[in-house]
């Protein structure tokens, strides 16, 4: 029975390439998307994914995302490393501020001061330049993306000299680091620099990034600190849902690509259902066929099943594929960002099922129904 609805289903070849169509294509549009949206929601976190020496944010209790840090008195550094656990805390300034270019236009940006003496935090990946050099005189390090915006379709560079907050800096080093949400230049530097280069009256201590013994739980000594401290105490991972949390809240990123996700499932429910339910009718005399031939209403029903879960499974393959290949070829474009868990691989199939299902419904109904007595007729 198996050999046969397989026969049934190939055997009317342009029907079966059209429901293998709508498959594909809803399974192409929800992982895409799916991973799109993975993506931006990626970026909303890439400055904390970027810092991977220190597990632990230390934050004011008001605090909802990255881009909300609020300024700490320097006490609060000497108060968190005095919590037993810690086996050590250092700063982290991070701020907006402005860059005059050469032609006289203005670009935003965001600073990021590291710590003087450890430099924790700073990029992991060096496209020119070092780290260590952020130790002269008026050294920054910019990011690729940063460098692109200042000076398009110019190789990297260092010696190239800014103007930040009418105070010059000169780019020692150009990094590669994770895309940010807002798309501006990211541009590091020390501590005692950043406060130079922030306007006016500007913080000079945004967080605290600890690094716990090697004996102490991350959780507890995150409530150690909240205990000592009144401070926010998180791991990276809960600030990064935290930041996460009041995007999804906050903008419409969710509502937005659940319709274009909503969209894909809508469209393989119309092209597959329909075209299936056709195919099933013009088969009805094949199916009343065996069940005259005493093929009972289970076998039948499991007939349709099986077609449509042959359908669903390879339409589902090729459309993740093809999202896998679009998402390799916009690897490294700094305006696309796709990101595919395999939380999307476990979404995607799960719609696929849940519209192979409901596209296998009305099939079963007339199959039930059909009277072996029709092909006699």
């Not at 991350?218 to 600030?239: H, P, S």
Request: proline fraction near 4%.
């Amino acid at each position: 029975m198996n050999w046969i609805a397989w026969r049934m289903l190939v055997g009317q070849r342009t029907k079966y390439l059209a429901m293998l169509f709508g498959i594909t294509f809803a399974s192409l549009l929800i992982a895409q998307q799916l991973a799109i949206f993975c993506g931006v929601l990626r970026m909303t976190t890439g400055q904390i994914r970027d810092i991977e020496e220190a597990p632990i944010w230390v934050l004011t209790p008001q605090v909802r995302y990255i881009d909300d840090l609020e300024p700490l008195s320097e006490r609060r550094l000497d108060q968190v490393r005095s919590v037993a656990g810690v086996a050590w805390a250092v700063r982290l300034e991070k701020g907006f501020s402005r860059a005059q270019l050469d032609d006289g236009h203005f670009q935003q940006l965001i600073l990021m001061g590291l710590d003087d003496a450890t430099l924790v935090g700073a990029p992991r990946t060096m496209l020119v330049g070092a780290v260590t050099d952020l130790q002269k005189p008026d050294a920054v390090i910019i990011d690729e993306v940063g460098h692109q915006l200042l000076w398009p379709d110019q190789p990297w560079q260092v010696g190239r000299v800014l103007t930040i907050n009418h105070r010059r800096a000169v780019v020692v080093g150009v990094c590669r680091a994770a895309l940010t949400f807002q798309t501006l230049p990211l541009v590091y530097t020390r501590v005692s620099q950043a406060a130079h280069y922030l306007p006016p009256g500007g913080k000079t201590l945004s967080a605290i990034l600890v690094k716990a013994r090697p004996s102490v739980s991350l959780a507890e000594l995150c409530q150690r600190i909240q205990k000592q401290t009144g401070l926010l105490a998180m791991t990276r991972d809960e600030f990064a849902g935290r930041t996460i949390d009041h995007y999804l809240q906050r903008t419409g990123l969710l509502a937005n690509f659940g319709t274009t996700v909503l969209l894909g499932f809508l469209v393989g429910i119309a092209i597959s259902g329909q075209t299936f339910y056709t195919f099933t009718v013009e088969n009805l005399p094949q199916f009343a066929m065996l069940k005259a031939m005493g093929a009972i209403n289970r076998r039948l029903v499991w007939m349709v099943l099986q077609q449509s879960a042959i359908v669903g499974s390879i339409g589902y393959g090729l459309g993740v594929g093809l999202a896998a290949v679009f998402g390799e070829l916009t690897r490294g474009h700094s305006k696309l960002v796709f990101h595919m868990p395999w939380q999307v691989l476990i979404g995607t199939g799960a719609a696929i099922v849940l519209v192979t299902m409901l596209t296998s419904l009305l099939s079963i109904l007339r199959v039930l129904h059909v009277e072996p007595a029709r092909v006699m007729r």
